[in-house]
Nanobody, 127 residues
Framework: QVQLVESGGGLVQAGGSLRLSCAAS????????MGWFRQAPGKEREFVAS????????NYRDSVKGRFTISRDNAKNTVYLQMNSLKPEDTAVYYC????????????????????WGQGTQVTVSS
């Protein structure tokens, strides 16, 4: 499996921006589809964004479309989540995930679809 380590979380005011990074090691990074999920207190872990192996195809949950951008750099074994125009409801622990399965940009992934996970990074948006 691949090992994942997230970074870049923090406290930001509403309307601000953060960029999360997820560094991968252990296996060939380009062989994995990648995803970002988040989990707020008392809520289930929810899909945020996904990206295919080449970085050419992406998908987002509706509430972050136009504000968040997922990207990857296979040379650096890293996937990113650029978050702009942040809202208090974006507050959560953000997790990156990897899987070697088939990718579809039309699919809203669930946590069960990904086999490898990072430890998470806290994002807090104040109003």
């Amino acid at each position: 499996q691949v090992q994942l380590v997230e970074s870049g979380g923090g406290l930001v005011q509403a309307g601000g921006s953060l960029r999360l990074s997820c560094a991968a090691s252990g296996r060939t990074f380009s062989g994995y589809i990648m995803g970002w999920f988040r989990q707020a207190p008392g809520k289930e872990r929810e899909f945020v964004a996904s990206i295919d192996r080449s970085g050419g195809s992406t998908n987002y949950r509706d509430s972050v479309k136009g504000r968040f951008t997922i990207s990857r750099d296979n040379a650096k074994n890293t996937v990113y989540l650029q978050m702009n125009s942040l809202k208090p409801e974006d507050t959560a622990v953000y997790y990156c995930a990897a899987d070697d399965g088939f990718y579809s940009s039309r699919r809203t992934y669930t946590a069960a679809d990904f086999g490898s996970w990072g430890q998470g990074t806290q994002v807090t948006v104040s109003s």
